[in-house]
């Protein structure tokens, strides 16, 4: 996302949406994972990005609604357009603005994990996913640090997006088609209120997404052949 352009947003979606702020944000207990490493002397197979386990951190976000229950019927993938992981975690956690996501996914790879997937958060604005407004509802928003304007994504920013999504996807039967970025529900918002004043911006970018897709994609299909 575009995190000023989300506050604009997030504030109109704040005031169609009554909001209690007595409570920190539900979390499950911190489950780290540290990335595998062999104490062996021995010559392992060099270590592959599939391989990989990327390390999670519960960083609560305070910005949610207290007053409904996710349907996680989708994903939508973010930038955050900050320049660093801190400034997103401050940004994404600060009472004010509020703004929020389910989840960060920094350049190295580690998750920092703000809500579960049941939690309504602010991370879409005004938006709208196969033909239904309000996408905070019925979506999971995913933060990748970072601006994809000006670098791409990381290997291990894919690769711990799809870790963090696989399990989600299969628990609550998320299609791939459900899958998409901001632009994307922001623009499809557009089109359905051609009065609306948000604006369009680019987040993720569609080179990105491809790249976001493919592994996905293939990641879905690995495992479902695994369970069939
Ligand atoms: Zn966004």
């Not at 900050?82 to 603005?97: F, M, N």
């Not at 389910?102 to 709208?128: K, L």
């Not at 994307?184 to 080179?207: E, F």
């Amino acid at each position: 996302m575009n995190l000023r352009h989300v506050t604009f947003c997030a504030l109109f979606t704040i005031a169609l949406t009554a909001c209690a702020d007595k409570h920190s944000a539900p979390t499950s207990p911190s489950s780290v994972a540290t990335i595998a490493s062999s104490t062996s002397t021995d010559s392992v197979a060099p270590e592959t990005i599939e391989d990989k386990t990327y390390k999670e951190i519960d960083y609560p976000t305070p910005n949610f609604n207290r007053e409904r229950v996710n349907e996680v019927k989708g994903v939508i993938l973010h930038h955050t357009a900050e320049p660093t992981v801190e400034r997103s975690l401050e940004v994404l956690t600060d009472g004010k603005r509020k703004v929020g996501t389910h989840v960060v996914i920094d350049i190295d790879g580690t998750r920092y994990v703000m809500c579960q997937p049941t939690v309504v958060t602010y991370h879409a604005g005004p938006s709208t996913l196969n033909g239904r407004d309000g996408c905070n509802n019925f979506t999971i928003g995913i933060e990748f640090q970072g601006n994809t304007l000006e670098s791409p994504l990381t290997d291990d920013q894919i690769a711990s997006a799809i870790d963090y999504l696989l399990p989600i996807m299969s628990q609550y039967k998320i299609p791939l088609a459900n899958v998409v970025t901001h632009e994307m529900v922001r623009n499809a918002y557009k089109a359905r209120h051609p009065q609306s004043k948000c604006l369009g911006k680019v987040d993720i970018t569609q080179t990105e997404y491809k790249r976001v897709m493919e592994r996905l994609t293939k990641a879905v299909e690995a495992q479902k052949s695994a369970v069939e």
